[in-house]
């Protein structure tokens, strides 16, 4: 179908638009598919969740280049290395971002649920829906997608990732789906990028710091996420009716 406007393409199902957007851009560069997604699809009804880690200056690079007012979500879940606090300021500084939002939990809701901070070793995946999953939806509200970092070379139930998909309503674009880690660390060293501090130290995937250790296996980036549990994922990306019951 032709695109239309932006309400011609609200109309236009679900599957049809992942099949019509996965068709066009899957092998497109990500810049093509941010600008696809910005200009054309969702215009400002778009956003990217960003944890300012070992790979997201890739992303924010690429959405500096297109519009520093995008609009970027950092879920601040109190748990965070302070690396990563300096390494976020150090980026957003860096790239000129003017649109960084923090979004912390429910603070009634964790001091009900989590009053000593401690949740993280009792029931990670409590903690993580206090802490991530929650606060997402509203700082979601009156986005019709959202943009991730995720890539196929993670493993796990990223390695058929598509760079278009849907759940829980709205579109998620992956424009880094097909990229590799030799692309991640070109696009770095090529932009002159500052590093994470913690990837010179084993960390090649960072999250908070209580649920994050060096990669045990230097060929799976993701190893040290979670070290010793079957947990691997935070539940972001895990459609609701799958997650854990966990209140
Ligand atoms: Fe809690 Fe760990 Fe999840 Fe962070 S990653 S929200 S500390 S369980």
Redesign the pocket.
Known sequence: MPYGDYQTRLKEPVADRLARLNGELRDASATTILRASFVREWENKITYVSSFGAESAVMLALIADVDPDFPIVFLE?G?HFPQTHDYKQELTERLGLINVRDIPPNETERKVLDPKNM??KSD?DA??A???VRPLEPALRGFDAWITGRKRFHGGARLSLPVFEHGAGRFKVNPLASWTQDDVDSFIARRNLPKHPLVAQGYPSI??W??TRPAADPNDVRSGR?AGLAKTE?GLHVDKSERPRVF
């Open positions: 879940t748990m949740l993280w990670p903690c993580c206090l802490r991530k999250g908070c209580p649920c979670w935070c």
